[in-house]
T-cell receptor
Framework: DTGVSQDPRHKITKRGQNVTFRCDPISEHNRLYWYRQTLGQGPEFLTYFQNEAQLEKSRLLSDRFSAERPKGSFSTLEIQRTEQGDSAMYLC??????????????FGSGTRLTVV | RKEVEQDPGPFNVPEGATVAFNCTYSNSASQSFFWYRQDCRKEPKLLMS???SGNEDGRFTAQLNRASQYISLLIRDSKLSDSATYLCVVIGPYNQGGKLIFGQGTELSVKP
């Protein structure tokens, strides 16, 4: 499979627990984006990387959230001390610089988080 | 004001109907425009890019008016399989990281 891969597909966790999601972008895509989508809303930008550098973080990304892309390949998104308001679909997308403007971005299937 | 705003939904139409979705964006320096389709509990998938000259892909026609900051999508002869949420998407200026900015989406339900 040469698409964007996300793991796990679903995660149910108790409030207060930490969770970590993984995203494997399309090979050689050096831009990687994280989005969050709640019911009835469009995806909202969280953060993006170019290679291993995290270039922008949304104000939605509170200090409980951290993202890394240590070797410029896969990325992880960690949420500490989860809250019920964190329940959402977390989407990852990747692109080559410049090509996104022409072709959009390819999204992974997402990780659906439910905090109980 | 949201950066990308779409018609409120849902749209409920019979098979064969023509349906139009509208979208406006606030940043005049936005550089690229798309329509994405999202099926229930799935990821968004690119439906088509949108160009100022207008572009067509089968039953789908997209139009961009940069002066009015307005984007549209027309679906002709709608099929049951067109039922989904349609997301208007904009890429902001170059100095804003090229990230996709989504509207809230408009749900379409095509009935037999």
């Amino acid at each position: 499979d040469t698409g964007v891969s996300q793991d796990p597909r679903h995660k149910i966790t108790k409030r207060g627990q930490n969770v970590t999601f993984r995203c494997d972008p399309i090979s050689e895509h050096n831009r990687l984006y994280w989005y969050r989508q709640t019911l009835g809303q469009g995806p909202e930008f969280l953060t993006y990387f170019q290679n291993e550098a995290q270039l922008e973080k949304s104000r939605l990304l509170s200090d409980r959230f951290s993202a890394e892309r240590p070797k410029g390949s896969f990325s992880t998104l960690e949420i500490q001390r989860t809250e019920q308001g964190d329940s959402a679909m977390y989407l990852c997308a990747s692109s080559l610089p410049g090509q996104g403007n022409l072709y959009g971005y390819t999204f992974g299937s997402g990780t659906r988080l439910t905090v109980v | 004001r949201k950066e990308v705003e779409q018609d409120p939904g849902p749209f409920n139409v019979p098979e064969g109907a023509t349906v139009a979705f509208n979208c406006t964006y606030s940043n005049s320096a936005s550089q690229s425009f798309f329509w994405y389709r999202q099926d229930c509990r799935k990821e968004p998938k690119l439906l088509m890019s949108v160009y100022s000259s207008g572009n067509e892909d089968g039953r789908f026609t997209a139009q961009l008016n940069r002066a009015s900051q307005y984007i549209s999508l027309l679906i002709r002869d709608s099929k049951l399989s067109d039922s989904a949420t349609y997301l208007c998407v904009v890429i902001g200026p170059y100095n804003q990281g090229g990230k996709l900015i989504f509207g809230q989406g408009t749900e379409l339900s095509v009935k037999p």
